[in-house]
């Protein structure tokens, strides 16, 4: 070293784990943002499946008060499903999922990148669109604020069981169907948690009991499912 | 202990000891099932609330029990066949993912045929339901995604990631009766304590549990040596087997 040859090691060192989760990050933003349709489509299919309810149910105040919180969250659950079969099927296809495998990187680490974009474009929009909901639902402001709350927390959590769907079928050609059925049951818990914060703080029930479980929900579907994507994405590229 | 966990890795050998099994398996269950089943439906007292209506719990209880051990056992296979390659845990997973779904549907559908003469409803969206009926989907998921891809070894290596994330759902079903104030009455049966019913009511019960395991271990060996006989169809000992007309 001391003599002043170059080194190998030094002439190839990989980018740190830290650098390759923004390039994977910026790219897939980069990416979003070209096709901006697609990222429109799942709001616009939120907001209509939302005005659904009050036209095919019941347009009462009271019945949309009560029951305003669970379909902005349905819907919001419909939409991330929607926009879930694109997060690996375009990089799959043109080839750039395999590259990505091969990297020295760790691959749960680009696989959390890919989520974060995907909840960046899909979840966030989501959660700004959701007090025009909620008033368009009759709900007062605090419950609002409540919703969004629940959203913030829920909505990551749905990109990253989401993504364990997506990786599992990202190989096959009937991808959006078998999502929803692979991951709808997962959804479960954190749509009740969800709904159940919104409904105690209606009811001006303390909430900080919900709200830390869906914390808790939220940091073990952080740790956890990119690591299980990973496994997956790998099991689906292995033919 | 470990000579038998490493020839569990070869089908042939896991082919002819279950053949010898089977038969035992078969007729340990089916006498434990008719046993069981006189015991507890006509000999049993009839509780002191529910009258004779409590008689479905021995099909019930049994019937959810196996249904979560069921895919305790799938996710447990999934880890073996992702750990170790074993061929014989992918193969297990592919044959008890729809009777794992049977059973789950006879505790909703048994739970229901309870749950109106006593609830007065068929059906209540209680966590104990309504996990349960997670775990039924579920079960659909695994089933799904093996019939989707055409592979076997990918099939069974995606479906053992699903079984692995889906047993968050296990311990939902356990504790839902205790985390949440339902109408579902806590567990029946539990290991480390004393049996609050009369022992003429449980020992049928114990009994019924037993007949269902041995009957799942039956239907579960048919369905592997099936499966394994599928997959190994172009190897030399099948060939043998099946020219000999050897069937068993």
Partial sequence: ?239 | MWTFFHKLGSPKWFYDISGKWLPWFAIVSTLLLVAGSVWALAFAPADYQQGNSFRIIYIHVPSAILAQSCFMMMAVAGAIGLIWKMKLADVFVKAAAPVGASFTFLALLTGAVWGKPTWGTWWVWDARLTSMLILLFLYFGIMALQSAIEDASTAAKASAVLALVGMVNIPIIKYSVEWWNTLHQPATFTLTEKPAMPAEMWVPLLVMLIGFYCFFTTVILLRTRNEILVRERRTNWVKKLVTKGGAL
């Fill in chain 1, 1 to 239: 070293m001391s003599n002043g040859m170059p080194t190998i090691a030094a002439a190839t060192t990989p980018p740190s784990v830290m650098n390759t989760f923004i390039a994977v990050l910026k790219r897939d933003l980069t990416l979003a943002y070209r096709r901006r349709q697609d990222l429109v489509n799942p709001l616009i299919f939120f907001t209509i499946v939302v005005s659904l309810f009050p036209l095919g149910v019941s347009p009462e105040k009271s019945f949309l008060q009560e029951a305003g919180a669970g379909v902005v969250w349905v819907a919001a659950l419909l939409a991330t499903l929607l926009s879930l079969d694109s997060l690996f099927r375009s990089d799959f296809e043109d080839g750039s999922l395999e590259q990505i495998i091969l990297t020295p990187q760790p691959l749960f680490i680009m696989v959390l990148a890919k989520i974060c974009a995907h909840w960046l474009v899909t979840g966030v929009p989501l959660i700004i669109l959701s007090p025009m909901l909620g008033v368009m639902m009759h709900l007062d402001f605090e419950t609002i604020k409540v919703l969004m709350l629940t959203l913030l927390l829920g909505t990551p959590v749905l990109s990253l069981i989401g993504a364990i769907g997506a990786a599992l079928t990202v190989g096959l050609r009937v991808g959006g169907v078998l999502i929803s059925l692979l991951i709808l049951p997962l959804y479960i818990p954190v749509l009740i948690f969800g709904t159940g914060t919104v409904q105690a703080a209606a009811n001006l029930l303390p909430i900080d009991g919900y709200i830390a479980l869906m914390g808790a929900i939220f940091a073990l579907s952080l740790t956890l499912s990119p690591i299980a994507a990973a496994a997956a994405l790998k099991i689906s590229l292995s033919n």
